[in-house]
């Protein structure tokens, strides 16, 4: 089991920045697919970023060049620095890890998840 918690959303305008992190109960350093997911009022949740353990990271198009994911397994936190803020990133943010040693962590099944930040950007 792993917990996570997120923190770190707020309401900015457009072209500021926000960092989320992610604080997980357990080493994050043993858990090989880290992710952000977000969910847009009245839309399906989508995969924003992951990252390996090894440090190899995926980002969706649309968000390439403004976000950057990444982990501190010292602080066992997952962090997402986005930057250049659209109002369509107004979403609700959510961290996930998940078991095993999935093959491609920007398509495998999240099993766990956190309660998620909520991230407004005005126009």
Do not use: H
């Not at 397994?73 to 803020?85: D, I, P």
């Amino acid at each position: 089991q792993v917990q996570l918690t997120e923190s770190g959303g707020g309401s900015v305008q457009a072209g500021g920045s926000l960092r989320l992190s992610c604080s997980a109960s357990r080493n994050t350093g043993s858990t090989y697919c880290m992710a952000w997911y977000r969910q847009a009022a009245g839309k399906q949740r989508e995969w924003v970023s992951s990252m390996r353990s090894d440090g190899r990271t995926s980002y969706v198009d649309s968000v390439k060049g403004r976000f950057t994911i990444s982990r501190d397994n010292a602080k066992n936190t997952l962090s997402l620095q986005m930057n250049s803020l659209k109002p369509e990133d107004t979403a609700m943010y959510y961290c996930a890890a998940a078991s095993g040693w999935p093959l491609n962590c920007a398509t495998t099944g999240y099993d766990y998840w956190g309660q998620g930040t909520q991230v407004t950007v005005s126009s």
